[in-house]
């Protein structure tokens, strides 16, 4: 009996596990659902803060827009009213003109043929500047860009060897405006120099070779700009000491160079010549 008792009771509990089983199951499988839940929970939160964001930068650029809108709908008024005010000046300015042709038929037919000829010529010389207009337009469109130094250098060296000195001195001119820290500044100042020289410019030519042999002391072109300076001073006829001084100075300096050979030769035409003395009176 006793072991019959055992096993009944063993029987029950195996049973009642049996039947607590799939309420264990169902618990846990809940409890999944719960925290699958809570994270659907959490991510929807997330989106919900960038849904605000979102809807918070378009109402700010919707603002921004209305803003504009309203500037533009008032600058639209203004263009509107000036439109009008244009429209009734012409009109009034249509009126004018009516009551002068009429007043004008008025005078007499001839006077009225007048006034429609120089009409007739005002308008055909309007539309020959127009046409003027036009090709400078086309002839600037086609130059295209400006040069660039070396072309604008190059083009007015090769002038000035062809002795065209005025295109070249304008050349040279630009050159020194347009790049004044150009690598052949100090070349282009000497050259326009040298330009105003060949046209016997020499006063500005002078004040040009002064520049350069103060600005640039240390330029491959400084003893020909005291050459020149010099002989820009002989030509003036005047501080004839001074211009001695630069022509002594370059064979000082330059002993090896053909602007020192041709200083020389200048100094000897300066030289005075010994006068012969006079013959005493037996």
């Known amino acids: 009996m006793e072991a019959r008792g055992k096993h009944t009771a063993r029987y029950h509990a195996v049973f009642l596990l049996a039947a607590c089983l799939p309420c264990v199951q169902g618990c846990v499988a809940t409890q999944r659902d719960v925290v699958e839940l809570q994270n659907q929970t959490d991510e929807l939160k997330f989106q919900v803060i960038d849904l605000k964001k979102t809807i918070n930068s378009l109402q700010a650029n919707q603002a921004d827009l209305a803003v504009n809108m309203k500037q533009l709908h008032t600058d639209l008024g203004v263009f509107t ?49 127009k046409k003027d207009v036009e090709k400078v337009e086309r002839k600037v469109a086609q130059a295209g860009a400006m040069p660039s130094p070396t072309e604008l250098f190059h083009t007015a060296e090769v002038r000035l060897a062809k002795k065209d000195f ?35 410019k020499w006063e500005p030519a002078g004040r040009q070779f002064a520049a350069v042999l103060e600005r640039y002391p240390k330029s491959q072109m400084i003893p020909s700009a005291r050459l020149l300076y010099a002989l820009c ?31 020389v030769e200048q100094l000897k035409k300066l030289a005075p010549r010994d006068r012969p003395a006079r013959r005493s009176k037996s």
């Open 81 to 129: 009213e000036t439109v009008k005010d244009l429209q009734t000046n012409m009109d009034k300015l249509s009126s004018k003109i009516d009551d002068l042709g009429s007043g004008i038929a008025n005078v007499g037919t001839g006077i009225t043929s007048k006034v429609t000829a120089l009409g007739e010529t005002i308008k055909e010389g309007v539309e020959q500047q």
């Open 166 to 200: 005025d295109l070249a001195a304008r050349g040279f001119e630009e050159y020194a405006a347009r790049f004044p820290n150009g690598a052949l500044v100090d070349v282009a100042a000497y050259n326009l120099g040298e330009a105003l020289y060949g046209q016997g």
């Open 233 to 263: 001073l002989i030509n003036l006829k005047k501080n004839i000491p001074e211009a001695k001084q630069y022509l002594e100075s370059i064979p000082q300096d330059y002993p090896a160079s053909q602007e020192a050979k041709a200083a």
